[in-house]
């Protein structure tokens, strides 16, 4: 059985409601996995997503920032919400499906302007944080699960759009990536994303202060699709739908995609 699985930084979902209805109207994945929803949970427009056809939902909020959120076509339960590095921020939720499939949702800080956490306390966060997952992956190898979301770093040098002039910029800097890198090799996660498309420039987030975001075309691939090891290859078909980025009063981050047959 194939199902597909897509997650979007939204950036506020009440401002954007109208925003997700059209990608579930006109995408219709069996799951959506959201971050950056800056809601309470009772406040996010559950109603107008089960008119919808996505009555189950998992998430954790806040009010005005961070928040994390899955809906889904089938049953969810909840099986995990973890507060990495101890910040009191909403920024994991993990629900299971009624296939077995754990999906973890996470939004990792964004980590400030200044890549020196001695100067910025919120750079030195992101790397507390993607420290503490790699430790909770390392001890919790995760099986038949997906890891989504916004992970707020680009790794690859073809994940930027230029590798020399971002080394030096919070999302693309060698300590960040070597971070990522050590969380995804903890748990043994496979980047279903670049295991599809494995060649070429690849972007999720184009800067709002761009006056022509798409001719600029100074994107990132900040968000993130991974499987565990035992499932990596029943996923296909993952792209990137840059089309949504473009959308009237959109988020800066277009939804990834991809579909598993499990």
């Keep these: ?90 920024r994991h939720i993990a629900g299971q499906l009624e296939n077995g499939v754990t999906v973890h949702n996470f939004y990792v800080p964004a980590g400030g302007d200044v890549a020196d956490r001695t100067v910025n306390e919120k750079f030195g966060q992101k790397l507390d944080y993607l420290t503490d997952m790699r430790d909770w992956f390392r001890d919790n190898r995760p099986e038949k699960s997906i890891l989504v979301g916004d992970l707020n770093i680009a790794p690859r040098e073809d994940d930027v759009w230029d590798h020399k002039k971002l080394l030096k910029v919070v999302s693309h800097t060698p300590i960040e990536v070597d971070h990522l890198a050590e969380t995804q090799d903890a748990g043994g996660w496979v980047d279903v994303t670049r295991n599809d498309i494995p060649e070429g420039k690849l972007y999720s987030w184009w800067s709002y202060r761009a006056r022509d975001w798409d001719a600029a075309d100074k994107g990132r691939r900040l968000d993130h699709v991974w499987a565990s090891a035992d499932i990596a290859a029943a996923a296909h078909s993952s792209r990137v739908m840059r089309a949504a980025r473009g959308w009237e009063k959109p988020s800066d981050h277009a939804p990834v995609f991809a579909s598993f047959d499990l």
């Excluded at 995408?27 to 009555?55: M, N, R």
């Design 1 to 90: 059985m194939t199902f597909s699985l897509a997650t979007w930084n939204i950036n506020s979902v009440r401002l954007r409601a109208d925003l997700v209805l059209k990608l579930l109207s006109e995408e219709s994945p069996d799951v959506l996995c959201l971050q950056e929803c800056k809601s309470p949970v009772d406040k996010i427009p559950t109603d107008l997503f089960a008119q919808a056809g996505y009555g189950h939902m998992v998430a954790r909020g806040q009010k005005g920032y961070n928040g994390v959120a899955i809906l889904s076509k089938q049953p969810i339960r909840e099986v995990g919400a973890h507060d990495f590095a101890g910040l009191g921020h909403a």
